[in-house]
């Protein structure tokens, strides 16, 4: 039989497992020992947890009558290199995985025992079986990624968003697959989302009418206004602001924990990256400057004779407006809405979230993490790298590269 096909259920099979303290040449010389029986390699897992291996090869059986002769020389060779061997007798290939396919994240700070428990337990009652476990990340949350089969997508996400929640971990489940890491764009909120602040608030801190603007945002949240005219009623207690402002807001404005490597490391992968807010283009146009973003899209204030006329002019970007970015920008960047992502918080990023290819709701309210396909509620941006199935290996890799 050539080592490219499969045994057939019941061809017999040995499962050689090696365990021990990790260091170089465990894996070629585990390999070079079976290789003088002449076996095929059937499948190889492999992991190292805080300086331990344990490598496991299925592989199949030698020749009539050398079966004892080889577990004889592999025990020995393992005992040379003061690791620990077991061989399992079986027969056939690992048993055929269930359908569907799906790669659950799990993201802690800390990641406790209870909650991986809860998410183990309900990915089981679902119906899934957990294939592979592998860590993504230990810094600055512990995120994990859990390869499942069994069930689809879908049902598998509604069983573990809520469950999630109530134990403190946030989940995102996707399907598996190679169009995971061909999600070429990335589009993000401004407010309270890229940044920490929300820009209309440091505009009204200037003008002195901060506690006039929070009137008119919280008839908004109350649905008294809609975003439009919300916007148009904040924006008119600026009139007559100087424009000198503008470069003052620009210098408060703080970036979430996290963006600076969350863009860097996409633009690095080969991403695009755009922005789209509801705030305003003085404030956007020079974050695309800083951050080096591929799009940027908001609403523009009037500024005429070096005031501010407490007026917008140009296309409103609202919820609708949102979403119709998305898709200009994704045909601008020739990238299918399958392969973007769409990060925010509110309720106005509803649009954006549920047309993008994955919807990430980033410390979200409620209805917008409950709509979103995956959940972020720690206030670091860069951890949606690891919905992506991006490691902080990889990001601590490129940012050793950039500095060589």
Known sequence: MSASQTPPADVPTLLVKIFGKDRPGITAGLFDTL????????????????????????????????????????????????????????????????????????????????????????IAKAGGNIDRIFRLAKYPVTAVEFAVSGVETGPLRTALVTDAAAVGVDVAVVAAGLHRRAQRLVVMDVDSTLIQDEVIELFAAHAGCEDKVAEVTAAAMRGELDFEQSLHARVALLEGLDASVVEKVRAEVRLTPGARTLIRTLKRLGYQVGVVSGGFTQVTDDLKERLGLDFAQANTLEIVDGRLTGRVTGEIVDRAGKARLLRRFAAEAGVPLSQTVAVGDGANDLDMLNAAGLGVAFNAKPVVREAAHAAVNVPFLDTVLYLLGITREEVEAADTHDEQ
Do not use: F
Not at 53 to 63: D, I
Not at 68 to 89: C, F, N, P, Y
Not at 97 to 118: F, M, Q, Y
């Open 35 to 122: 290789a003088a029986y002449s076996v095929d390699v059937v499948d190889i897992e492999q992991v190292v947890t805080r300086g331990r291996m344990v490598l496991c090869a299925l592989v199949t059986e030698p020749t009539r009558g050398l079966e004892g002769d080889l577990r004889s020389t592999v025990h020995s060779w393992a005992e040379s290199m003061k690791m620990q061997a077991e061989i399992i007798s079986g027969t056939g290939d690992n048993r055929p995985r269930g359908l569907g396919r799906s790669l659950v994240t799990v993201l802690g700070h800390p990641l406790t025992a209870e909650a991986t428990a809860a998410v183990a337990a309900r």
